[in-house]
């Protein structure tokens, strides 16, 4: 793993289906029918179910910390919805380390995040901050 500025993170594709954006709404108590139910949402003026805010930070998260290893703890995660993600678009989320500094037992990266539908739309971007520590816990020493 590189930890300098200008890395880039392996990319995290993944397609948002219907069932999975269902899931999605049920453990995170949201209930708005735009994110399940597709006529309602073609009422409210939408095409099809549409990708929840909060799903596109859990992508962010996990695409640092897949990159970032074992042991990595995410300090802050914010991200802004540039335009709506629907339901079985492909989306892309890239990450790409902005700053390094020594922190402890190892390095607090910051990463700028982008997350793109195939279409090219970019649907969010945000910013992400993770501890990353010199060795995993569990690892043997030398």
Do not use: K
């Amino acid at each position: 793993m590189e930890l300098e500025p200008g890395a880039v993170c392996p990319p995290l594709e993944f397609t948002p289906t219907r069932v999975r954006l269902f899931r999605f709404s049920a453990v995170s108590w949201n209930s708005h029918r735009i994110h399940y139910d597709q006529e309602h949402a073609r009422t409210e003026g939408f095409p099809d179910v549409v990708v929840q805010s909060t799903l596109h930070g859990e992508m962010f998260a996990r695409t640092v910390l897949r990159w970032a290893g074992p042991g990595a703890v995410l300090r802050r995660v914010e991200w802004r919805n540039r335009a709506t993600a629907y339901a079985d678009v492909p989306l892309t989320c890239t990450a790409t380390v902005s700053t390094v500094r020594e922190e402890g037992d190892g390095h607090l990266v910051e990463l700028a995040l982008t997350e793109t539908a195939a279409d090219g739309t970019v649907c969010a971007t945000g910013t992400v901050e993770v501890h990353i520590p010199d060795r995993a816990p569990g690892a043997e020493s030398e």
